[in-house]
Nanobody
């Protein structure tokens, strides 16, 4: 079992930055590919970014490319999502998740989930 806890959400003005972190306990994160998803009110949970086990490969949904950066520190059992140039449409609850296989973009492909952290971007 892997327990994931997100942190770093909050309220920020458009154009600002936030850094989300996700820390694991129970098992080492280095065994898993990791992903970030987000869910806005009334919408389905959507893929944001993924990173492979080593951190050497990442992928992003088109709407965040060039603004978000996904990284991981396996020694600290932590992954992070640096979010710059935030827009009101980035407002959502952000979830980190662990998967056996990299490149998974569908929620059903992920085995473990955190509780989420709220990100609100004001215009």
């Amino acid at each position: 079992q892997v327990q994931l806890v997100e942190s770093g959400g909050g309220l920020v003005q458009a154009g600002g930055s936030l850094r989300l972190s996700c820390t694991a306990s129970g098992r080492t994160l280095s065994s898993y590919a990791m992903g970030w998803f987000r869910q806005a009110p009334g919408k389905e949970r959507e893929f944001v970014a993924a990173i492979n086990w080593s951190g050497g490969s990442t992928k992003y949904t088109d709407s965040v490319k060039g603004r978000f950066t996904f990284s991981r520190d396996n020694a600290k059992n932590t992954v992070s999502l640096q979010m710059n140039s935030l827009k009101p449409e980035d407002t959502a609850v952000y979830y980190c998740a662990a998967a056996t296989f990299y490149s998974a973009t569908t929620p059903s492909s992920y085995n473990y989930w955190g509780q989420g952290t709220q990100v609100t971007v004001s215009s």
